[in-house]
């Protein structure tokens, strides 16, 4: 069993920047993938960016490439999102989600950002 605790988000103006934070915790698991999707209301989930834990570095979803970054910790196995110039249409629940071997997604309880002035 993996637990997934997500932190950041909150109400920034347009243009501003939010920082979101990711971390798988547990025992006897090994990453696949870490990766944060976005809840629109009424829409379904949709991707925004993901580590293939294996590969040297991420992807991104076009609405936010060049804008968003996701870095990661090895060693603590966590994920951060960077959100630069964010707008309006960034408004949305953030979610976290892993994927272990053996194993389907894990998914953390979701996080606000709104994008407002």
């Known amino acids: 069993q993996v637990q997934v605790e997500e932190s950041g988000g909150g109400l920034v103006q347009p243009g501003g920047s939010l920082r979101l934070s990711c971390t798988a915790s547990?025992?006897?698991?090994?990453?696949?993938?870490m990766a944060w999707y976005r809840r629109f209301p009424g829409k379904e989930r949709e991707f925004v960016a993901q580590?293939?834990?294996?590969?040297?570095?991420?992807t991104y979803a076009r609405p936010v490439k060049g804008r968003f970054t996701l870095s990661r910790d090895g060693t603590t196995n966590t994920v951060h999102l960077q959100m630069n110039n964010l707008s309006p249409e960034d408004t949305a629940v953030y979610y976290c989600?892993?994927?272990?071997?053996?194993?389907?997604?894990?998914w953390g309880q979701g996080t606000q950002v709104t994008v407002s002035s």
């Open positions: 580590f293939d834990w294996a590969a040297p570095a991420p």
């Open positions: 989600g892993v994927v272990i071997i053996g194993a389907s997604t894990f």
């Open positions: 547990g025992s006897n698991f090994r990453l696949l993938t």
